[in-house]
């Protein structure tokens, strides 16, 4: 089982930046895809963006298209996500989550039950 541990969430401004990362442990995970979701108060915990094992192939939620990037750094055993442009609603904590399967690539439409490891998670709040 990995141990994941997100980090970089804080307070920014509308139209403002911050980056996420999520650091592994107890399992190497160049040869899984990772995720990330997102939950806010009262809410589902929904889908972000996810990068296939090599880097190759990435996935978005619609919302977030455009204006978040997600990166890995396998030599690190880390995983980014670059969010510019914030805008108030993308206000939830942010987790990092790895695939249960090596080599799989990230499904069309991932859901949470795509993934078996997950952090703690990583606050995030964008002020209008």
């Known amino acids: 089982q990995a141990q994941l541990v997100e980090s970089g969430g804080g307070l920014v401004q509308a139209g403002g930046s911050l980056r996420l990362s999520c650091a592994a442990s107890?399992?190497?995970?160049?040869?899984?895809?990772m995720g990330w979701f997102r939950q806010a108060p009262g809410k589902e915990r929904e889908f972000v963006a996810g990068?296939?094992?090599?880097?190759?192939?990435?996935v978005y939620a619609e919302s977030v298209k455009g204006r978040f990037t997600i990166s890995r750094d396998n030599a690190k055993n880390t995983v980014y996500l670059q969010m510019n442009s914030l805008k108030p609603e993308d206000t939830a904590v942010y987790y990092c989550?790895?695939?249960?399967?090596?080599?799989?690539?990230?499904?069309?439409?991932?859901?949470?039950?795509?993934?078996?490891?997950w952090g703690q998670g990583t606050q995030v709040t964008v002020s209008s």
């Open positions: 990068i296939s094992w090599s880097g190759g192939t990435t």
């Open positions: 989550a790895a695939d249960f399967v090596r080599w799989r690539p990230p499904p069309p439409h991932p859901e949470v039950t795509d993934f078996g490891s």
């Open positions: 107890g399992r190497i995970l160049s040869t899984y895809t």
